[in-house]
């Protein structure tokens, strides 16, 4: 059973340029949500998409935006981008319902920001 | 709102001693209980979780966690260290109120000495 997928793994922006990441979750898995992990920050919640519907947003400015297909792949968008932005972007998903399911983690987006 | 807090920044042992990682969640209702851990340039693998049930949670790899209500704890052990132990370990907390959004720790590196 393939894993979570995210493509692409390394990139290279330019400030004020946008840049938009591709995940498609574990087949049968209706709920993906991003993670952003820095070195100064952490792993912090972007948001989490369940059947095309947003279900929970984390505290990033609206730059910071994503969708899900019907068939559940994800991508997210950051527009306008700074040199903060700078970071590895984490896809992972899950079945479906409440925090009790196992959530699995992609191998994530490398996003260098110049 | 959750939180967690890894206690330690960095650990090292010597291969072969006890691994203990320490993990400590503010939750307002029952909490589920997750360790990661991630190897350099990859994604985060799911050690164990806790849900509900048995308080002591076997993992992948050996380790353990034991959740302690009282305590608000889940710490994480292994009786005897490998050298492939050596990475990034992160304890994370959700629950059925915010679905799959995961709060992390800080995380704890761990070094394997031979």
């Known amino acids: 059973k393939a894993g979570v997928t995210q493509t692409p793994r390394y990139l290279i922006k330019t400030r004020g340029q946008q840049v938009t990441l591709s995940c498609s979750p574990i087949s049968g898995h209706r709920s993906v949500s991003w993670y952003q992990q820095t070195p100064g920050q952490g792993l912090q919640f972007l948001f989490e998409y369940f059947s095309e519907t947003q279900r929970n947003k984390g505290n990033f400015p609206g730059r910071f935006s994503g969708r899900q297909f019907s068939n559940s792949r994800s991508e997210m968008n950051v527009s306008t981008l700074e040199l903060g932005d700078s970071a590895l972007y984490l896809c992972?998903?899950?079945?479906?319902?409440?925090?009790?399911?196992?959530?699995?983690f992609g191998e994530g987006s490398w996003l260098t920001v110049v | 709102a959750q939180s967690v807090t890894q206690l330690g920044s960095h650990v090292s042992v010597s291969e072969g001693a006890l691994v203990l990682l320490r993990c400590n969640y503010s939750?307002?209702?029952?909490?589920?209980l997750f360790w990661y851990v991630q190897y350099p340039n990859q994604g985060l693998q799911l050690l164990l979780k806790?849900?509900?049930?048995?308080?002591l949670v076997k993992g992948i790899n050996g380790f353990e966690a034991e959740f302690k209500k009282s305590e608000t704890s889940f710490h994480l052990t292994k009786p005897s260290a490998h050298m492939s132990d050596a990475a990034e370990y992160f304890c994370?907390?959700?629950?059925?109120?915010?679905?799959?959004?995961?709060?992390f720790g800080a995380g704890t590196i761990l070094r394997v000495k031979s």
């Open positions: 806790y849900t509900t049930g048995a308080t």
């Open positions: 939750s307002s209702v029952p909490p589920y």
């Open positions: 994370a907390v959700s629950d059925m109120e915010y679905g799959n959004k995961l709060v």
């Open positions: 992972a998903s899950s079945l479906a319902g409440t925090g009790a399911n196992t959530i699995y």
